[in-house]
């Protein structure tokens, strides 16, 4: 069964510190991984997008590595503001032998940003 | 200007109801989607609409119908509301078709409360 697990589930941090978010998937094939940004009562934005070949992208205070082989994906954010305090969604693209692609979401890591 | 806009933003309706959820995309994307992200703020997919047609149906009950009259529009009709349908509806476009290089543009999403 395709998955997407988060880890950790909730995280509170101080303003100006650095944080790690976890995502261990299942889906096989594979196809791509994306992290996506969820402010509270909006529509989730992308935030990096990997395929099997990379393992890692930034996108400014955001850096996401991908291991393929291990099946796991990580978001690092730096000198943390409170503008980061949000869900922070896993979405895993493939599972579907033959061809075609599905869409696995994870169930994210809420971020509180904190002064 | 906004990319992928919903309407309304907050529903509240009475059980039995039918009621219908708009989307439209100004981004010249050629498939449109519905998610649904309930209370455990998971997402799942509902709908996908490729060049008019459905390509995706995640076993959702047929009281739902995505109608697309055309590709920058893709609408959801509820019929005979429950309170399980409580939750938010994304909706969310993509070029591409399911395998999207530059990922997934959401809306703000719908937030329907079924009373």
């Known amino acids: 069964k395709n998955q997407v697990e988060q880890s950790p589930q909730s995280l509170i941090i101080l303003e100006g510190k650095n944080c790690t978010l976890q995502c261990n998937y299942t889906v096989s094939p594979f196809s791509n991984l994306r992290w996506y940004k969820q402010d509270t009562g909006r529509g989730p934005v992308s935030l990096t997008i990997?395929?099997?070949?990379?393992n890692t992208k930034s996108n400014g205070r955001y850096t996401a590595t991908l291991d393929a082989d291990t099946k796991q994906s990580s978001l690092h954010i730096t000198a943390s503001q409170l503008s980061d305090s949000a869900s922070y969604i896993c979405v895993v693209s493939g599972g579907v032998k033959g061809g075609g692609n599905k869409l696995t979401f994870g169930t994210g890591t809420q971020l509180k940003v904190e002064l | 200007d906004t990319a992928v806009s919903q309407t309304p933003k907050y529903l509240v309706t009475q059980m039995g109801n039918d009621k219908s959820i708009k989307c439209e995309q100004n981004?010249?994307?050629?498939?449109m989607y519905w998610y649904k992200q309930d209370s455990k703020k998971f997402l799942k997919i509902m709908f996908s609409y490729n060049n008019k047609e459905l390509i995706i149906n995640e076993t959702v009950p047929n009281r739902f119908s995505p109608k697309s009259p055309d590709k920058a529009h893709l609408n959801l009709h509820i019929n005979s509301l429950e309170l399980g349908d409580s939750a938010v509806y994304f909706c969310a476009s993509s070029q591409g078709g399911l395998s999207p290089i530059y990922g997934y543009t959401f809306g703000s999403g719908t937030r329907l409360t079924v009373v």
């Open positions: 990997m395929t099997f070949s990379e």
């Open positions: 981004l010249g994307h050629d498939t």
